[in-house]
């Protein structure tokens, strides 16, 4: 296992148009993780799950945004009607938990670019 | 709601300098985890030290070391004999801690970035 992989790694999308990114988290991890990054600034939380489970979402999260993890393994991230302000990096991570949450590992990002 | 809150956006040293990165947060909680993340240009978020509220002691790694003051709720990074490779983003972060904890996610502050200097 090679760790944290996002696919895909860039896209650029006309306004208005939807996108999927996938996540797939080091096998063995139960816990994932969505972060949403612009530039020069922290990773913004906008949802996680406990294997199948969506735990908890951000008010970032607009109704425009859905996220699933539907065998608690991989999970995708869906934007409809993308707008400018939607271009971001996007973070996926991964981590155990077992009694208690251990170092959570990161993709390296799926760049997103509404033109 | 937790905050973290670094104050410096951007820091440059020398090779070979000690370099100390701020961050402070405010929380309720007693028990929890907090964090250094280093981010170089381009590349993927990696840990670079943990902390466990409850652990009295400083968190090292190496070259790494952290100033924990739980009462002053302040967290700051220590980077001695600095190698131009430290160049990145750092980020503080914050996790709650407990078992089936639903509400452990990470925040994170908005980063510090770090120029080492040859």
């Known amino acids: 296992d090679t760790g944290v992989s996002q696919d895909p790694r860039h896209k650029i999308t006309k306004r208005g148009q939807n996108v999927t990114f996938r996540c797939d988290p080091i096998s063995e991890h139960n816990r994932l993780y969505w972060y949403r990054q612009t530039l020069g600034q922290g990773p913004e939380f906008l949802t996680y799950f406990q294997n199948e489970a969506q735990l908890e979402k951000s008010r970032l999260l607009s109704d425009r945004f859905s996220a699933e993890r539907p065998k608690g393994s991989f999970s995708t991230l869906e934007i409809q009607r993308t707008e400018q302000g939607d271009s971001a990096m996007y973070l996926c991570?991964?981590?155990?938990?077992?009694?208690?949450?251990?170092?959570?590992?990161f993709g390296q990002g799926t760049r997103l670019t509404v033109v | 709601a937790q905050t973290v809150t670094q104050s410096q956006p951007e820091m440059s040293v020398q090779e070979a300098e000690t370099v100390t990165l701020s961050c402070t947060y405010d929380t309720s909680e007693n028990n929890y985890y907090l964090f250094w993340y280093k981010q170089p240009p381009s590349r993927q978020m990696i840990l670079v030290i943990r902390?466990?509220?409850?652990?009295?002691q400083n968190a090292t790694e190496n070259r790494f070391s952290v100033n924990f003051q739980k009462a002053a709720k302040s967290f700051s990074l220590k980077i001695s004999d600095s190698q131009l490779g430290d160049t990145a983003m750092y980020f503080c972060a914050f996790m709650k801690h407990g078992p089936r904890n639903r509400d452990d996610k990470i925040i994170f502050g908005k980063g510090t970035r770090l120029h080492i200097l040859p």
């Open positions: 991570a991964s981590s155990l938990v077992q009694g208690e949450n251990t170092e959570a590992f």
């Open positions: 902390q466990e509220a409850y652990k009295q």
